[in-house]
């Protein structure tokens, strides 16, 4: 479930996403935290320009983003080392996945897991959007 609502920009935007990727991360701000790796899942959702006139449009991979430079993208910043708030690691992965042009908006959402017996997941989901959205 998101809060976010739908994107209305113009042009239409499709939707590209990853979903539910689960990694090992040094993340957090307690003692306990610290030199271990917690689970954590990672999804991201990000348009790009869509072409609405067409039904069916050329089948090539120059019209839309690969999802692989995205999937690298999340595991070498997870890599870069000990990241205190689920935040920041939002806020890095959405900004280099913003740095790819065609990219108009980003959401990225991130859940630690085994935090709370009683609970699946705690985390945040950020949106970002660049200049170029609003074209």
């Known amino acids: 479930m998101t809060v976010f609502a739908p994107w209305g920009d113009e042009p239409p935007l499709r939707s590209l996403f990853l979903n539910n990727m689960v990694v090992d991360a ?3 701000i307690f003692p306990h935290e610290q030199g271990v790796t917690q689970r954590i899942r990672v999804s991201v ?16 991979l120059s019209r ?10 999340v595991h070498r910043i997870v890599r870069e080392g000990h990241v205190r708030l689920v935040e920041t690691l939002a806020e890095r992965i959405a900004a280099g ?6 990219v108009r908006v980003v959401r990225v959402k991130i859940e630690k897991l085994d935090v709370f017996a009683e609970i699946e ?5 950020i949106e970002r959007r660049t200049a170029r959205a609003t074209r």
């Not at 959702?45 to 090539?60: A, H």
């Not at 839309?64 to 993208?73: A, I, M, R």
């Not at 996945?97 to 065609?102: F, G, H, K, S």
């Open 26 to 28: 040094h993340i957090g």
């Open 45 to 60: 959702t990000f348009g790009v320009d869509d072409d609405d006139t067409q039904i069916i449009g050329v089948d090539d």
């Open 64 to 73: 839309t983003v690969s999802y692989e430079p995205v999937v690298q993208l």
């Open 97 to 102: 996945v913003l740095a790819d042009e065609r």
């Open 121 to 125: 997941s705690v985390g945040v989901e």
